[in-house]
């Protein structure tokens, strides 16, 4: 018996640690740009993201190429003329949440970490609602950002086209994470 109980103490630990961190199975990112000329718009449902309760680590990446444009000449410039998503193949979000607790239910949190959006990292601070139970939590949030602070560019010709600052909208599902 004695050895035994040492046994069940590292099982039951690493159960619970498995349960400290949750990640997503279904995501959805959208941006907005609302422009004098035309508004762009496009969705990715292929992103990910892992939450460490423990930590209260933060972390989503989001692959530039699965943005789907309602215009495939859209899809095509963004990739390849503004994202450059050959060369920067991800957005990639690292940071932690602020002022929460873990308690369940839904909170208003703020994120705070790096941004990192064509080769260009930025510190910024994401607000936003989680909803938490011991079986799944959401995470939703609308920010913006500046084209400039990412060195996205946007040429004279389509000034009028593309707005300087887009409206970005995540929404990510999770369950507990499993190691296996």
């Known amino acids: 018996m004695k050895k035994l109980l040492p046994l069940i103490f590292i099982a039951f630990v690493g159960l619970y640690a498995n349960a400290q961190k949750f ?11 609302d422009a004098p000329i035309e508004d762009i718009e496009a ?4 992103a990910t993201s892992i939450i460490d309760l423990e930590s209260k680590a933060f972390v989503f990446s989001v692959p530039i190429k699965s943005f789907t444009f309602e215009k495939e000449l859209m899809q095509e410039h963004f990739n390849e003329n ?3 998503s050959e060369k920067y193949p991800k957005a990639i979000f690292k940071g932690k949440i ?22 260009v990292e930025n510190q910024v601070s994401i607000e936003g609602t989680l909803n938490y139970d011991e079986s799944s939590m959401t995470v939703t949030s609308v920010f913006e950002v500046a084209l400039k602070d990412y060195k996205i560019k946007i ?19 999770y369950q507990p994470y499993a190691q296996n």
């Open 155 to 173: 040429p004279k010709a389509l000034f009028y086209n593309i707005a300087e600052i887009v409206e970005v909208t995540i929404s990510f599902q």
């Open 82 to 84: 503004y994202l450059e």
């Open 43 to 46: 969705t990715n449902t292929e």
């Open 23 to 33: 990640k997503s199975h279904e995501s959805h990112i959208r941006f907005f740009s």
């Open 98 to 119: 602020k002022g929460w607790n873990a308690e369940k239910g839904e909170a208003m949190v703020v994120a705070e970490g790096e941004m990192s959006i064509h080769g």
